[in-house]
């Protein structure tokens, strides 16, 4: 089997709707699929309505969180949607992402960009708005060669200059809201200190006491030696391993099914989980 447990569509920040992505997925040969769009589950009865008979959809999420000053991802799967308490936590995340939005055009407004919010929207064409869009949008204007360009000190990194904070998690709390959903939880690619700052070890260490169950380590942001380290740290705090592409369309260089996860650990995930179920595609919609 071949299992990508991390791809986002239009629905958030991804480039490929919803449709469009279980069936690129099938046609890269995945047995498996994890719609994961960024604070919502916007996305997920499309997908599913979509999927090719072959091809299994997991319903998932990236929350967004913060632990000491430092941004992280909580990938969840197979939690309850409808749970009050984390469909509440969800939409603030959610809902603040326009406002943040707006504080970091201003911001690039004020570094002489000329970016506005109507290209950002449009852009994001009603997707749950992010930094990606602006990068998006950055490219468009020619300030940087390609959205990753856009994410350093100068721009939207971490601190940066036109960065902007928005409400985010606690990753224990998190990891508590997704666990009694009846949910999984992965922490997305934990060392990926391209992208900025990343939580020590210790962290997770305190994250794995806490419930967390499992570490994202093979992804295209961990080199050979990140991977090794993790690996080891997994096994030392008995944390299952996932392999993920992180697929966003064309906005990013990966490739569904670049990266994988173990049929074992992904059996794991469905045992361990109570709030949803994968779904097998049903032969939907094949059109191109």
């Not at 000491?68 to 809902?95: C, K, N, Q, S, T």
């Not at 990606?132 to 468009?140: K, Q, W, Y």
């Not at 390609?146 to 990891?175: C, I, M, N, Q």
């Not at 210790?202 to 295209?220: K, Y």
Request: charged share 25%; hydrophobic share 40%.
């Amino acid at each position: 089997m071949r299992i990508d447990l991390h791809a986002h569509s239009t629905a958030s920040d991804g480039t490929d709707t919803p449709a469009e992505l279980v069936r690129a997925a099938a046609a890269a040969g995945l047995d498996v699929v994890a719609l994961t769009d960024h604070d919502t589950v916007a996305g997920h009865a499309e997908a599913v309505a979509a999927a090719p008979a072959g091809l299994t959809v997991v319903p998932g999420m990236e929350l967004s969180c913060r632990l000491d000053g430092i941004g992280m991802h909580m990938l969840a799967y197979l939690f309850d949607p409808e749970e009050p308490e984390l469909a509440r936590e969800r939409e603030l995340v959610r809902d603040d992402r326009t406002p943040r939005a707006q504080a970091m055009i201003a911001k690039l407004r004020g570094l002489g960009v000329d970016v506005t919010w109507e290209q950002v929207s449009r852009i994001a064409a009603g997707g749950s708005v992010g930094r990606p869009h602006i990068a998006t949008a950055l490219v468009e204007l020619g300030v940087v060669p390609t959205v990753s360009h856009a994410f350093t000190p100068d721009w939207l990194a971490d601190g940066g200059r036109a960065y902007a904070e928005k409400h985010e998690l606690d990753p224990f709390e998190a990891v508590r809201l997704v666990k009694a959903a009846g949910g999984v939880t992965v922490f997305a690619h934990p060392a990926a200190v391209k992208r900025g700052r990343c939580v020590p070890e210790s962290a997770i260490a305190e994250l794995a006491a806490a419930g967390l169950d499992g570490i994202e380590v093979d992804h295209m942001d961990h080199d050979d030696a990140t991977r090794a380290r993790l690996r080891g740290l997994a096994g030392d705090l008995g944390l299952l391993v996932t392999g993920s592409s992180d697929y966003h369309g064309s906005r990013k260089t990966c490739r569904l099914g670049d990266y994988t996860t173990d049929p074992e650990v992904y059996g794991e995930i469905t045992r361990r989980a109570a709030g949803a179920f994968p779904v097998p595609g049903a032969g939907g919609d094949t059109r191109a």
